[in-house]
């Protein structure tokens, strides 16, 4: 899992101007309709790709890495 988001992180960086933000985190969950709201499961997943269950704590690079591991969870739920 690690080698994976760091290559995502490597190739995201090289093509967004802006930084991820929370906001973009919950829309991605959203369309991969996976709860995120205070919900318990949610944030064990995210203490498990960064260390930290709040976005609220996370740096722009760890919401980076959960962004890219959302989207490797919703391409392997699918």
């Known amino acids: 899992m690690k080698l994976i988001l760091e290559n995502w992180r490597r190739h995201l960086k090289e093509f967004l101007d802006d930084p991820i933000s929370k906001e973009d985190v919950h829309d ?7 709860p995120w709201d205070d ?8 203490a498990e790709v960064v260390g930290k269950s709040h976005l609220d704590d996370m740096t722009s690079e760890e ?3 959960v962004y890219a591991a959302l989207e490797e ?5 699918k």
Do not use: C, H, V, Y
């Not at 991605?28 to 996976?34: E, P, Q, R, V, Y």
């Open 39 to 46: 919900d318990a499961d949610f944030m064990d997943w995210t």
């Open 73 to 77: 969870r919703g391409k392997e739920n």
């Open 63 to 65: 919401l980076l890495d």
């Open 28 to 34: 991605l969950a959203d369309k991969l309709s996976i």
